[in-house]
Nanobody, 119 residues
């Protein structure tokens, strides 16, 4: 089992920035890819960014150039640096992890952290 705990959410004005953190514990050796999802009210959960154990990254088109995902393997932590935030970035952000890079579904999820961007 893997436990994921997010932190760093909050209220920020449009154009501002936030950094989310996700600390992993448990059987972390089994994890290949970690990602950040978000879910806005009335919308489906969407993948925002992901990073593999080798450092390869991918981003949703809506955040490319504004968000950066990174991971510190020594600290078992993944970060999502968000800048130039827009009101449409408002959502609950979830950290997720999966054991196999080609798997479609993520195996483990955090509890989520709220990000609210005011206009």
């Amino acid at each position: 089992q893997v436990q994921l705990v997010e932190s760093g959410g909050g209220l920020v004005q449009a154009g501002g920035f936030l950094r989310l953190s996700c600390a992993a514990s448990g059987s972390i050796f089994s994890i290949n890819t970690m990602g950040w999802y978000r879910q806005a009210p009335g919308k489906q959960r969407e993948l925002v960014a992901a990073i593999t154990s080798g450092g390869s990254t991918n981003y949703a088109g809506s955040v490319k150039g504004r968000f950066t995902i990174s991971r510190d393997n020594a600290k078992n932590t993944v970060y999502l640096q968000m800048s130039s935030l827009k009101p449409e970035d408002t959502a609950v952000y979830y950290c997720a992890a999966k054991r196999h890079v080609l798997a479609v579904q993520y195996d483990y999820w955090g509890q989520g952290t709220q990000v609210t961007v005011s206009s």
